[in-house]
C-alpha cells in the first residue's frame, strides 16, 4: 500500500514560488500516473498537473500552465511541483494523488496524501 506524503507549503508573497514535493512510500508501479490538486476554502478539488511515471510525460491545467513545472524524482520516489509567480488566489491546500488513468478526473486517482497549505499574500 502505497503513502504520500506532500511537503514545502508556507506563506509566500504574491509574485514568489514555491516547490511543493510529494514523496512516495511503498512501491510506486510504472503504470502510474502522479497528480496535484488543489483545494481552496469553498471550491471544489482543483487539478493542476500530472506526470507520467513511466515515460515523464506531463500535461498542466490552464489555472497554472507556464507557471509550473512538475519534475520526477525516480530513485526517491518524489515528484515535485514547482510553482512561480503565485498569486493570492494560488491559496489552497495542495494535494498529491496517484492513479492509472491519464486523467485530470480526481475521482479516477486511488492514492491522496493529506496535503499542504499554500497561502499567498498580496
Known amino acids: 500500500q502505497a503513502q504520500l506524503d506532500e511537503s514545502g507549503g508556507g506563506l509566500v508573497q504574491a509574485g514568489g514560488s514555491l516547490r511543493l514535493s510529494c514523496a512516495a512510500s511503498?512501491?510506486?508501479?510504472?503504470?502510474?500516473?502522479m497528480a496535484w490538486f488543489r483545494e481552496a476554502p469553498g471550491k471544489d478539488r482543483e487539478f493542476l498537473g500530472r506526470i507520467r511515471w513511466s515515460t515523464g510525460r506531463t500535461d498542466y491545467a490552464d489555472s497554472v500552465k507556464g507557471r509550473s513545472t512538475l519534475f520526477k524524482d525516480s530513485p526517491n520516489q518524489k515528484v515535485d511541483l514547482q510553482l512561480n509567480s503565485l498569486k493570492p488566489e494560488d491559496t489552497a491546500v495542495y494535494y498529491c494523488?496517484?492513479?492509472?488513468?491519464?486523467?485530470?478526473?480526481?475521482?479516477?486517482?486511488?492514492?491522496w496524501g493529506q496535503g499542504t497549505q499554500v497561502i499567498v499574500s498580496s
Open positions: 511503498g512501491r510506486i508501479l510504472s503504470s502510474w500516473v
Open positions: 494523488a496517484a492513479g492509472t488513468q491519464w486523467s485530470a478526473n480526481r475521482a479516477d486517482y486511488f492514492h
